[in-house]
């Protein structure tokens, strides 16, 4: 299992977390913030929840770009 989080609200709309992993990640049309799709929202944390490991290595990316550091990659 590979869960994905992301803290929108600090989202600052650089749009590095797209370009790395454009699979899970879109940029809100309404308010220019990052979006982590099929996400489970609680209390501001954008959760994604996949069996599919294949997302690891470009949601990573992703982290490793964000220059506020508000998305977490881990592997259970």
Same mark, same amino acid.
Request: net charge positive; with cysteine; aromatic share 6%.
């Given at each position: 299992? *590979? =869960? #994905?989080?992301?803290?929108?609200? +600090? &989202?600052?709309? &650089?749009?590095? &977390? #797209?370009?790395?992993? %454009? *699979?899970?990640?879109?940029?809100?049309?309404? !308010? $220019?913030? /990052? #979006?982590?799709? +099929? /996400? #489970?929202?609680?209390? $501001?944390?954008?959760?994604?929840?996949? %069996? !599919?490991?294949?997302?690891? @290595?470009?949601? @990573?990316?992703?982290?490793?770009? &964000? %220059? *506020?550091? =508000?998305?977490? *990659?881990? @592997?259970?």
């Amino acid at each position: 299992m *590979v =869960i #994905v989080t992301l803290q929108r609200a +600090k &989202c600052i709309g &650089c749009n590095y &977390c #797209v370009e790395m992993a %454009p *699979v899970q990640f879109q940029m809100s049309k309404k !308010d $220019g913030k /990052s #979006v982590l799709i +099929k /996400s #489970v929202n609680a209390k $501001g944390f954008f959760t994604l929840k996949s %069996p !599919d490991h294949t997302i690891t @290595e470009s949601c @990573e990316l992703a982290a490793k770009a &964000c %220059p *506020v550091k =508000i998305i977490s *990659v881990k @592997e259970t």
